[in-house]
């Protein structure tokens, strides 16, 4: 079992930052691959950044070059840093963590984030 506890979110201007975070408690967090959704009122959740055990990462198109995922295996935490918000990045965001062999999948319950002026 694993739970995740996503920190971090908040109102901000458009134009700022704004840095998740994603604690994991439970064992094996390097086995897993780590991710970051988000959903918008009267949308479907989407993913927005992806990172695997090894490092390797996978953006949505519309936060490329302006969010970066990373994570530190030692803390158990995954980030989501993000930079140039725009209203439309207004959302609940979620992590997710995906076992890299066995799939099986958990969520945390999800952070606010507000971009309006």
């Known amino acids: 079992q694993v739970q995740l506890v996503e920190s971090g979110g908040g109102l901000v201007q458009p134009g700022g930052s704004l840095r998740l975070s994603c604690a994991a408690s439970?064992?094996?967090?390097?086995?897993?691959?780590m991710g970051w959704y988000r959903q918008a009122p009267g949308k479907q959740r989407e993913m927005v950044a992806l990172i695997t055990t090894r490092g390797f990462t996978n953006y949505a198109d519309s936060v490329k070059g302006r969010f970066t995922i990373s994570r530190d295996n030692a803390k158990n935490t995954v980030y989501l840093q993000m930079n140039s918000l725009k209203p439309e990045d207004t959302a609940v965001y979620y992590c997710?963590?995906?076992?890299?062999?066995?799939?099986?999948?958990?969520w945390g319950q999800g952070t606010q984030v507000t971009v309006s002026s």
């Open positions: 997710n963590a995906r076992h890299y062999i066995f799939e099986n999948s958990y």
């Open positions: 439970g064992s094996g967090f390097n086995l897993y691959n």
